[in-house]
């Protein structure tokens, strides 16, 4: 079969789904991958699995209906051209304007995966309303046309469901997130010593990081010889973080490095992993410290909650709760054992449960390849 798999960011053909590429290509199909030309190395990347690349201009954020419009039409024109026999689309997006162009090019076996709600799910009502009903409409025009609607977890599955984006009868699959791959993120056990608190995130509210920050610098002020690092890059938008709250927590004691281009070595020197993310698909980054043989504090949320057996491989906190989240992160800092035990459980469990290949597998057997 010819397949074309549309994706917002290019990179993210490789990081989060070259496994998937590769396995379809290894079982003899010809795949495309279709995302903007956000990296020069992402052609030569896809090269040497054997997949095809294509650029197409679609804009990860904003809503300029003349630029959607502009992506639709040459997501259009490219699925004439190569003719696929099956679309996979990921991300807002391309599920929207993938899965609608798909069907106007004649496709008829059109596949979504639903990886994260976003900014649009994060408020319903006041300002923001308007933006959810219209994000809301959208999904649900794309996704009429879909064969089979993934996600990354149930919450989100039942979401969609409730507020009518998708029929109950429309055929859906949990993926189990996007998966980690276990060679790439092996197991590390963490140092004994002082305690590395880490939290790797884009900058945004939503990702839960300002309560990350003001637990840290309140544990730092009892714990002076605990670290706590925030590592990611500092993005632009109506949630993003300001560089003035950003010098604040520095001078409160908490570390913040930037972007890193390999986040490993930051997960090997960390000994206790923490998201408290509002809301997410499957956290990529929290699989990926779980295969590094780390504990997890997170938050008691869609996406989040799949990862953690509260007690076993971490701990769960509410949403927005600093002095939980406070209380969750100082026992690690108390009883330093749980460090080794519940890191090991972590690894037990993402083995078990979101080896990229089983999650490849999941995705092929949804789309009969």
């Known amino acids: 079969m010819k397949i074309a798999v549309i994706g917002g960011y290019g990179p993210s053909l490789i990081n989060f789904r070259g496994s998937m590429l590769r396995a379809m290509k290894n079982a003899g199909h010809e795949v495309y991958g279709i995302a903007p030309l956000d990296s020069p190395d992402v052609?030569?990347?896809?090269?040497?699995?054997?997949?095809?690349?294509?650029?197409?201009?679609?804009?990860?954020?904003?809503?300029?209906?003349?630029?959607?419009?502009?992506?639709?039409?040459?997501?259009l024109k490219i699925l004439r051209k190569i003719k696929p026999d099956?679309?996979?689309?990921?991300?807002?997006?391309?599920?929207?304007?993938?899965?609608?162009?798909?069907?106007?090019?004649?496709?008829?076996?059109?596949?979504?995966?639903?990886?994260?709600?976003?900014?649009?799910f994060g408020q319903t009502s006041g300002k923001r309303a308007v933006l959810f009903t219209?994000?809301?409409?959208?999904?649900?025009?794309?996704?009429?046309?879909?064969?089979v609607v993934m996600f990354q977890n149930p919450d989100d599955r039942n979401l969609f469901v409730e507020l009518g984006?998708?029929?109950?009868?429309?055929?859906?699959?949990?993926?189990n997130g996007s998966g980690v791959d276990?060679?790439?993120?092996?197991?590390?056990?963490?140092?004994?010593?002082?305690?590395?608190?880490?939290?790797?995130?884009?900058?945004?509210?939503?990702?839960?990081?300002?309560?990350?920050?003001?637990?840290?610098?309140?544990?730092?002020?009892?714990?002076?010889?605990?670290d706590f690092r925030l590592v990611g890059p500092h993005d632009h938008g109506p949630d993003s973080i300001s560089e003035n709250l950003i010098n604040q927590w520095r001078a409160g004691g908490l570390e913040y490095a930037g972007p890193v281009s390999d986040v490993r070595n930051e997960l090997k020197n960390c000994s206790v992993y923490v998201l408290p993310s509002y809301r997410e698909g499957t956290p990529r980054s929290v699989l990926e410290a779980m295969a590094t043989g780390?504990?997890?504090v997170t938050t008691d949320t869609a996406g989040c909650k799949e990862t953690v057996i509260e007690g076993w491989n971490g701990y769960m906190v509410p949403v927005k709760n600093i002095p939980a989240l406070e209380e969750a992160m100082e026992l690690f800092i108390t009883q330093p054992e749980l460090i080794q035990s519940m890191g090991a459980a972590s690894l037990e469990y993402v083995t078990e449960k979101y080896d990229v290949n089983k999650v490849s597998a999941t995705i092929m057997n949804a789309m009969e390849l």
Do not use: Q
């Open 43 to 75: 052609e030569a990347k896809l090269a040497e699995l054997g997949v095809n690349y294509i650029a197409a201009p679609i804009k990860r954020t904003g809503m300029n209906p003349l630029k959607d419009l502009k992506a639709l039409w040459a997501l």
């Open 86 to 120: 099956a679309v996979l689309s990921y991300t807002i997006k391309p599920v929207i304007y993938g899965s609608i162009a798909a069907r106007l090019a004649g496709v008829k076996n059109i596949f979504s995966m639903i990886t994260g709600l976003g900014y649009a």
């Open 134 to 147: 219209l994000v809301k409409n959208m999904y649900r025009t794309g996704l009429a046309f879909n064969k």
């Open 165 to 175: 984006i998708i029929s109950k009868n429309k055929p859906t699959v949990i993926t």
């Open 182 to 226: 276990l060679d790439h993120f092996s197991n590390s056990p963490a140092a004994k010593g002082k305690p590395v608190f880490l939290c790797i995130s884009r900058l945004l509210k939503e990702k839960g990081v300002r309560e990350f920050a003001w637990a840290s610098i309140n544990l730092k002020k009892k714990y002076p010889e605990a």
């Open 294 to 296: 780390r504990a997890v």
